[in-house]
């Protein structure tokens, strides 16, 4: 059976997630007597991966089109800043989540703005804007968590109460579904789609086609940007609160679940499905240590270990192929 | 005499396929020797077996009579076999000296001892009669002659036994490669032997003493290139009588499609004025560097325009490449790999990159897209294999059929047959009379070509472009290759009117 090679690619990650569960069930089945894949446990597991998750999509087109953002973990917390300030103020949830939302388009257009007008390289961009993003959360709250009325933004990711255990999932992961499907759409069956791929593998000859690079490259920090935004929404769903010293360091969880997830850090390639189960192959080792009762300090080694083996993995996979 | 590298038998394996079945091929000390065949024909593998990079499966090497098993290439450099290849391997930040000394540098007292590295870079290249290349010099200033020899004086440097030559003037302009040429004589003189791997018969007749021609992994025949026909070479190497390399087919002028005048770019061209008619195709010839190149990136809008008019159909003034395309105009790159083509994308991406629907169905994309390798031939496993993976050849089919796809009137093709096989560059040849002459409503094209033959072969005018400044397009019943050689360099003191 012949299968396009970007779908082959995502059976290969998928292939490494159902081991990756294989393995920790039988850890935890031999320590423990507890049950990993237990329902339960998966939509837990599903709840703490959206955030991640959301930000990964943005990622996932970033990265593809051969550009980085090191912003993003900074933009989540600026988004749940100004949505605590913006609910303290006494607005709607909704038009408070709409300012966080905003926000992070903000942000994206900044960064798309400033790596196709001033050719400076991405990296550098996003990560003076990291910086500068990170102040402004923390001016704004005054070096302070904001604290919000609870309103319905809370449930977004809140375990379900039993009236409603037909949803199955709680909001916030249904949303990331329709996300994930929506940006898949777009990057498999659009021009623009088409575009950003063709950009990240080989600009050049994406100019000589005729593309607009510098569009397709704004396009995708301002939707990096957007993204960022929804997940700064799901954060504060989680914390209630505006935290501006919060998601320090998720940037690169964020990258690090594109690239187990087979995206190239020189663009080009990359996938959706790919970023999804990155960013749930990384839950899972987290659930899987904290449940086995490691410390930590153990979490993290792992975590580092698992990034570098998966990708490792995958190119060897590619050189094979090849 | 002991033959200083003798290869004999040498066969290699992958799975099922058969890359090498028994070659045999034998170098004497001050010889050199023109290894030619298609791509494809087994002449990389035979050279990683050679370079230490892959193992043979059966087979005999001997070097100076002593068996030769190297088990990597830092082995085989040690030994004394060097490998240039067309994409040089360089350290493009650092400097001649560093680089010719790599990896070996002097040392003294456990610092870099820089005056022993000058010196011995100095004469090593004094060696290669090239002294005008300083060792200070940082190697991405040079140009890309002055870096091969770089290379070659690397080889040299370590001392090498023997010496591989891919390809070597595949990126030079005709008076940097008449320069290789007497280098490689002073190298054979100084008792290297050389293996000279090329596409260009007649230069692998001029530069060598002996041949071997390759196909389908095995030695066809071979001898003395003094009073060997290229005909018969070119037969060995097809296996098959080509009977006609440059088809014509009777070609019907229509409208002028592009209108030049005074055109003017940054810093090339300088100044450039033609006109281009449905049903011909024009060539643009001259050296490396003349500004061909930067022509047809400003017709194409890639490349600023300062000055002059480009009247395209109903179209004037500059434009942008996305204006272009839809005007009807587009360029294949002569540098397919950094610019012609995105290597790790499927075949279809690659040929829908200009003409992509704003929703795509991969569904409906791939009949259209077989419907042009169908006619292409391109050799691959379908529409969704990665360009990447297919051979030269193929690869420009897939860069031409963009073209095709998108219905471009006018098109703009900058060497479009370099570094490609034999057997791909005839399927070309023919496409472009099929366009010109065949096809309803009849095709323009512009080729920028370095191989005069070829022009001479399928243009119907030739314009020379030298120093920035186009000539006039002349027809080629009038011209000889000698007459744009002459041209070229600009021996004419005949100026664009």
Redesign the interface.
């Known amino acids: 059976m012949k299968l396009a090679p970007t779908l082959r690619r995502s059976l290969g990650a998928l292939g490494g997630l159902v081991g990756m569960f294989v393995l920790f069930a039988i850890l935890l089945y031999a320590s423990k007597g507890l049950s990993f894949a237990d329902p339960r446990n998966l939509e837990t597991i599903l709840r703490q991966t959206t955030i991640v998750a959301i930000a990964a999509l943005g990622m996932t087109m970033v990265i593809v089109s051969g550009g980085i953002d090191l912003s993003v973990g900074a933009v989540i917390a600026l988004a749940t800043v100004v949505i605590a300030a913006c609910m303290q103020a006494g607005f709607p949830p909704l038009a408070a989540a709409l300012a966080g939302i905003g926000t992070g388009v903000g942000c994206g257009i900044l960064n798309g703005a400033l790596v196709t007008r001033l050719k400076v390289v991405p990296f550098i961009v996003t990560l003076g804007t990291m910086l500068v993003v990170r102040g402004v959360a923390k001016g704004l709250a005054h070096e302070q968590k904001i604290d919000a009325p609870l309103s319905w933004l809370n449930e977004l990711l809140a375990r379900l109460p039993s009236a409603r255990q037909w949803m199955i999932f709680p909001p916030g992961v249904w949303l990331l579904f329709a996300l994930a499907f929506g940006v898949g759409g777009l990057m498999l069956y659009t021009r623009f789609g088409r575009h950003i791929f063709a950009v990240g593998s080989n600009e050049q000859a994406a100019r000589l086609c005729g593309i607009s690079v510098p569009r397709v490259k704004f396009l995708v920090y301002l939707l990096g940007g957007l993204f960022a935004g929804l997940a700064g929404v799901m954060q504060f769903s989680r914390l209630t609160v505006g935290d501006p010293t919060g998601a320090m360091g998720l940037e690169l969880d964020i990258i690090a679940a594109v690239v187990i997830g087979g995206g190239s850090l020189a663009g080009g390639e990359g996938s959706v499905l790919g970023c999804l189960i990155g960013a749930l192959v990384m839950q899972v080792i987290r659930s899987g240590c904290s449940q086995m009762g490691w410390p930590n300090w153990v979490q993290e080694i792992v975590t580092g270990a698992i990034i570098v083996i998966a990708v490792a993995l995958d190119r060897l996979r590619q050189r094979k192929a090849s | 005499m002991i033959p200083r590298l003798e290869m004999r038998g040498v066969t290699k394996r992958f799975g099922a396929q058969v890359a090498l079945a028994g070659v045999d091929l034998s170098v004497q000390p001050g010889e050199v020797h023109a290894l030619l065949g298609q791509n494809g024909a087994g002449k990389s593998t035979l050279m990683k077996v050679l370079s230490g990079a892959i193992r043979p499966d059966e087979g005999e090497m001997r070097l100076d009579g002593q068996p030769y098993r190297p088990a990597d290439p830092l082995e085989a450099r040690r030994t004394g076999v060097a490998m240039i290849y067309q994409e040089l391997s360089l350290a493009p930040h650092l400097s001649v000296a560093e680089n010719i000394l790599l990896g070996m540098e002097p040392v003294r007292g456990g610092r870099l001892d820089w005056a022993a590295m000058r010196s011995r870079a100095s004469k090593a290249l004094a060696e290669l009669h090239h002294p005008e290349i300083h060792p200070d010099a940082q190697v991405q200033t040079l140009s890309i002659a002055a870096q091969q020899i770089v290379e070659i004086g690397r080889a040299v440097a370590v001392g090498c036994r023997v010496l591989v030559l891919d390809e070597p003037t595949s990126s030079l302009t005709q008076a940097d490669a008449e320069a290789l040429f007497a280098l490689v004589a002073r190298l054979r003189q100084q008792g290297h032997a050389i293996i000279y791997i090329t596409h260009f018969l007649e230069e692998a007749k001029r530069v060598a003493d002996r041949y071997t021609v390759l196909r389908d992994g095995q030695t066809v025949g071979g001898g003395p290139t003094a009073g060997a026909e290229v005909n018969e070479i070119v037969n060995l190497m097809v296996g098959r009588r080509l009977e006609q390399l440059f088809p014509r087919s009777t070609r019907t002028q229509g409208e002028a499609l592009l209108e030049v005048t005074d055109l003017r770019g940054h810093g090339k061209p300088e100044r450039a004025s033609f006109t281009l008619h449905r049903g011909e195709v024009l060539g643009i010839a001259g050296l490396v560097g003349a500004g061909r190149t930067e022509l047809l990136r400003a017709l194409?809008g890639?490349d600023p325009v300062r000055a002059g008019k480009v009247k395209l159909g109903v179209h004037l003034g500059p434009s942008?490449?996305?204006?272009?395309?839809?005007q009807g105009m587009?360029?294949v790159?002569e540098n397919r790999k950094?610019?012609?083509?995105?290597?790790?994308?499927?075949i279809a991406?690659?040929l829908?990159?200009?003409t992509?629907?704003?929703?795509?169905?991969?569904s409906s994309l791939r009949p259209v897209v077989q419907k042009w390798i169908d006619r292409m031939q391109v050799r691959c496993?379908?529409p969704?294999q990665?360009v990447?993976?297919l051979s030269g050849g193929n690869q420009q089919k897939v860069a031409i059929a963009?073209l095709l796809h998108h219905g471009v009137d006018v098109l703009l093709l900058d060497e479009p047959t370099r570094g490609i096989d034999v057997a791909s560059k005839a399927q070309i040849y023919e496409l472009i009379d099929e366009l010109v002459s065949k096809e309803r409503p009849a095709k323009a094209v512009i080729m920028v070509s370095s191989y005069l033959p070829e022009l001479l072969g399928v243009c119907d005018r030739i314009a020379v472009m030298c120093r920035g400044r186009l000539g006039p397009a002349r027809p080629v019943a009038q011209l000889t290759e000698a007459d744009l050689v002459r041209e070229a360099a600009g021996a004419d003191g005949e100026v664009a009117a």
């Open positions: 194409a890639l942008s490449p996305t204006d272009r395309w839809a587009a360029l790159s950094e610019e012609g083509l995105a290597l790790n994308l499927s991406d690659n829908a990159m200009a992509m629907p704003a929703v795509v169905r991969p496993q379908g969704e990665t990447g993976e963009r």
